[in-house]
């Protein structure tokens, strides 16, 4: 067995300074990158630190995982705790424990991690340390000096300052851990993110916990399998073997694996195609309650983590429109393919895409079958989105059903080819050939159609609410007053 770097994961509520703390250590601007400022998905980072026991200064491998603070990613951080050995848990000194801060403690004890609480932006005037420690006694967190053993660094994220006293303090935790491993193992690791690339397939991204992993391997999963055709490490670069601890994307899954799958290198195909578990269907039945209406959507996104929170942040968004069904009829990872089209064309969905893109080769398709498709680059966009679309959805229903009304200012006497009509549209639009009930007062008197219609003394087949129009009507007798509503 030989002593292995740690993996570490980095959790706390959004914005609280978990992306900018990584990108301090790794000197590279990631935050920037991210729409929005927030991380959307699991970020996996190995980097070499100088740390110092004593007079004793040594290079040590450090893996970070980064995940994100919105609460629709709560699967995610409660993975990304399973997966690592040691915890950093980020909470703004200026700001206290929040709400992800809470789901961040749950899922550090549920995996039994220890790990160190980071009082970030301690730059900041408005910082109440001591208060932020005593925040945590109620949710059972005690901290070195109130009563616990947990440790708690003072650091800011933005200057850095503290941030190598914190890297201390994590090599001295992995030392006290005893972490370990067998690279001469077969290898085994973890599924952190999956994602579908239109030309490359089915990526992987896993973290080696055990052995080597290496190209030509066979790997079994448990939803599917594969040889791995290339290995690539987190800044992209080939590479032949992944050892323990080391993040890697793998190409050459079969399917798109779940988040928080293991892997374990296998000797042949037939072995690492055994035991999967059956394919699950992506059409979701959600029910509808009688009375209710119904929108139906087609889920989108880059990758299966990000999936999986869009689900969960749209069962979230449901619960604001009692009186509507929010459907999701379909839900898959990449970019909007021709089978999405049909499904929207089918369901009368709307495609809500996170993170994707439309293909050139789609485009055509989407305008022929007149499919609507909106796409955000930040997840609590949704349901703005959804918003707007139930209101434009239920503004063009209530448009279809405003029955068109026209006001009568003269009538003519009849002749044999009907009663000549002068009136002004009140509401909607009067049409040639239009059935309409006669209102007089409030009650409806008789019935007839619109045989001929004019405007400014052209005839026309349609005349707009706000105008005035003559009419050649055939049916019961019309008198001024009267309006004539469609029937």
Known sequence: MNKKPPVVVVLGHIDHGKSTLIDYIRKANVTAKEAGGITQSIGAYQVSVETKSGKLKTENLITFIDTPGHEAFEHMRSFGARAADIGILVIAADEGVKPQTIEAIKDIKQSNLPFIVALNKIDRPQTNVKKVKEELIQHEVFVEGFGGNVPAVEISAKTGKGVKELLDLLTLMAEVEGLSADPAKPAAGVIIVSSLDSQKGVLATGIVKDGTLKVGQWLRLQSTHGKVKALRDFEGKLIKEATPSTPVQILGLEQLPAVGETFIAVKSQDEAASELLPAHSELISNKVIPGQKVLRFVLKAKESASLDALSKLFSQVQTQYPDIALQVVTKSVGDVSTSDIEIARRFNALIVGFAIKIPSIVRPLVAQKEISIK?????????????????????????????????????????????????????????????????????????????????????????????????????????????????
């Open 375 to 487: 796409l955000f680059s930040i997840v609590y966009d949704l349901p703005k989105i959804v918003e707007e679309w139930v209101k434009q959805s239920f503004a063009q229903e209530a448009k279809a059903l405003e029955k068109s009304e026209l006001a009568v200012l003269g009538a003519f006497s009849k002749s044999k080819d009907g009663q000549v009509i002068g009136g002004k549209v009140a509401k909607g639009t009067i049409k040639k050939g239009m059935l309409v009930n006669i209102k007089r007062q409030e009650n409806i008197v008789g019935r007839g159609k619109i045989i001929n219609l004019q405007h400014l003394k052209q005839d026309v087949s349609v005349v707009e609410a706000g105008k005035e129009c003559g009419i050649l009507f055939q049916g019961d007798d019309v008198a001024v007053g009267d309006v004539l509503i469609e029937s």
